[in-house]
Nanobody, 124 residues
Framework: QVQLVESGGGLVQAGGSLRLSCAAS????????MGWFRQAPGKERECVAS????????YYADSVKGRFTISRENAKNTVYLQMNSLKPEDTAVYYC?????????????????WGQGTQVTVSS
């Protein structure tokens, strides 16, 4: 049974920073790609960032490129999303997800496990 638990969300002013963490259960975390998604009210879920099993390949949505950084610590079964220069349009529930293979993907349908989500609110 794989469990993903996000933390680090909260309320921040525009221009501020937050770091999201996602702790995963299971001994094979290092074998699989991970992703961060977000969903704002009334909007579709979008892939914000994805990282391959060893961190060698990453993907960022155009809307966050240059501001967000995805990383992972396989020894701690944890993936991070560092979010800088936050904007009000970044407000959403952020979800961590794990694939069943090692390569990255941007479609939510390609992820097998999901966390419960953490709220990020950016005030103007």
């Amino acid at each position: 049974q794989v469990q993903l638990v996000e933390s680090g969300g909260g309320l921040v002013q525009a221009g501020g920073s937050l770091r999201l963490s996602c702790a995963a259960s299971g001994r094979t975390f290092s074998a699989y790609a991970m992703g961060w998604f977000r969903q704002a009210p009334g909007k579709e879920r979008e892939c914000v960032a994805s990282i391959s099993w060893n961190g060698g390949v990453t993907y960022y949505a155009d809307s966050v490129k240059g501001r967000f950084t995805i990383s992972r610590e396989n020894a701690k079964n944890t993936v991070y999303l560092q979010m800088n220069s936050l904007k009000p349009e970044d407000t959403a529930v952020y979800y961590c997800a794990r694939r069943a293979v090692s390569g990255i993907a941007t479609s939510g349908n390609e992820y097998a496990y999901w966390g419960q989500g953490t709220q990020v609110t950016v005030s103007s």
